[in-house]
């Protein structure tokens, strides 16, 4: 029986649609579906050169890591999100790719925690966000912490963040901004998550020597997928299923690097860079199992 041409060009619109939905949401072993209620959801937020992360715990909690490179942007999307405070705010490293919008934010949120790396910067976006928040923590509004390998921040029952660097011994170089981030791995349940600043293969080296642990099922790739971090040793210790990171459409430094995704692509690493995706990525946990969404669903 001939297929009526109408009928037959709708199955293959439906068939499309079925296709990028399945390539757009790729998951470990089973579906979680969009909606992350009382679950582990972590937004990569779409801040083009920079990193800014909102962490959303089962129990509601908000972490927000870094704050993007323009005032506003993530500021705009915790609003969106009808986000009413923030819980721990956690600037890796004082450069203005991630502490952008951080003043924009203390401004904006009541913040009950601030951990900073407590590497001195000076310029004017680091040094306003750091009189703001002591201006805070003498109102008792918010908590200025300066976290350390082998620190735990308890946040909840089954989840808490362990810190793994930086380290006060040896001390980050001087004049090294990067290799001064901190760095932590979040775990809920059996879903582990490595987030790592900028940190480069200083540090990477830093954490291996010190026997960190560092094994994450989602790895957030250094500085952006630079060339830099993400060196064979360290990717082997980690051995990630999934990495993730943010990095703007053409940016001058051209994150990621082909050598870095050479080397995800060598471990089977399956990698999601807001670059590359169009825009936000979402990662969300029932503490068993884990999704990445891209696209529309990444926001919500
Ligand atoms: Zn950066």
Known sequence: MRVPRRRAALFV??????????????????ALGASSRGKLAVYLIDV???????????????????????ATTVTKFLQSKKVKQVDYFIV??????????????????????VYDSGKEHTTSLY??????????????????????AGQQLKVEDNLVLNFLFPTDEPAPPPDDINNSSIVFKLVYKDFSMLFT????????????????????????????GSYSSSTEPFLDAVKPEVAVLQAGV???YGHPHGVTLEKLAKRNVKVYATNMVG????????GKTYQVLTGKDATK
């Open 13 to 30: 619109a439906f068939l499309a649609l079925v296709l990028i939905a399945g390539s757009l949401a790729i998951t470990s072993c089973q």
């Open 127 to 148: 040094e306003s966000f750091l009189a703001k928040t002591l201006e805070l923590v003498k109102e008792g509004k918010t908590t200025y912490t300066k976290p350390r």
């Open 279 to 286: 825009g936000a990525i979402k990662i969300i946990s029932d």
């Open 48 to 70: 083009g050169q920079g990193d800014g992360m909102l962490i959303q715990t089962p129990g509601g909690k908000n972490i927000v890591v870094d704050a993007g490179v323009e």
């Open 92 to 113: 890796t490293h004082p450069h203005a790719d991630h502490v952008g919008g951080a003043t924009y934010l203390l401004e904006h949120f009541p913040v009950k925690n």
């Open 197 to 224: 600043g900028d940190a480069e293969a200083w540090a990477e080296q830093q954490m291996l020597d010190h026997h960190a642990d560092l094994k994450a099922q989602v790895l957030k790739v250094g500085h952006h």
């Open 250 to 252: 053409g940016n001058k």
